[in-house]
């Protein structure tokens, strides 16, 4: 809530697919800061329309007091700051980019297998993904949690939220053990979709694989 008397924050407005991808972070973070914004899902048949309005050609875009921003990362660490789950000093934002960063870098590895279409490669892709690459960031993950049970400091943050986020697309597509040799992390995952705010937005958002 804003201090009594403060000058009421501007409406923004979020567009993306309706998928979760690269806008769900953004959705999490609005959802979990009590932060009403409106959600604009283009569906694909209209985009192309659309696309040449963009700062980058590319979705998500969030507007904000009727200027258009682009890039999901920056979108996402602007929310965070503005909701107050971008940590409490620079060392923490410093830890919670970083976590931002290694997520970005898991989503290229998870949609590879996804996209491919040569069966083959799609089985090597996946078992590269499933046997090495996501134990491995997994193992990271969870040296990360402290005795607070968050990943950085004592508070929620943006780094919770988005690694909550690509863990429950992984686990929705089939991998639904990928977290029992990390007890933390599967801590993780539960005490974030536990918050009665994500719980709330959870129940009501679309049905989406990706
Ligand atoms: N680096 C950009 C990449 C954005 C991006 O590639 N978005 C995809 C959807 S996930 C898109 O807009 N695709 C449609 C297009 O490129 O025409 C970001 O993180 O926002």
Not at 40 to 52: C, F, H, I, N, Y
Not at 89 to 117: A, H, Q, S, W, Y
Not at 186 to 196: F, G, I, M, T
Request: hydrophobic share 40%; glycine share 8%; proline share 6%.
């Amino acid at each position: 809530m804003p201090p009594k008397g403060a000058p009421a924050k501007p409406k923004c407005k979020l567009t993306y697919f309706n998928l979760r991808a690269r806008g769900e972070l953004s959705r999490l973070l609005f959802a979990q800061g009590g932060q009403d914004f409106d959600d604009v899902r283009v569906e694909q048949d209209k985009w192309p329309a659309l696309k040449k309005d963009t700062p980058s050609g590319t979705l998500p875009v969030l507007e904000v007091a009727g200027k258009q921003y682009g890039q999901s990362m920056a979108i996402a660490r602007y929310i965070a700051s503005e909701v107050g789950l971008n940590g409490k000093n620079n060392v923490e934002r410093l830890g919670i980019d970083e976590c931002l960063c290694d997520v970005v870098d898991l989503m290229t590895k998870v949609f590879g297998p996804v996209f491919e279409k040569d069966e083959a490669k799609k089985a090597e892709l996946t078992k590269e993904f499933e046997n090495t690459i996501l134990p491995e960031y997994l193992k990271r993950v969870d040296s990360k949690i402290g005795k607070s049970g968050w990943i950085v400091g004592d508070a929620i943050s943006a780094a919770d939220l988005a690694n909550f986020d690509v863990l429950d697309g992984i686990i929705n597509r089939g991998n639904t053990k990928c977290l029992d040799k990390t007890p933390k992390v599967k801590a993780l995952v539960e005490k974030v979709k536990a918050q009665p705010k994500i719980k709330a937005y959870l129940a009501k958002r679309p049905a989406s694989t990706m």
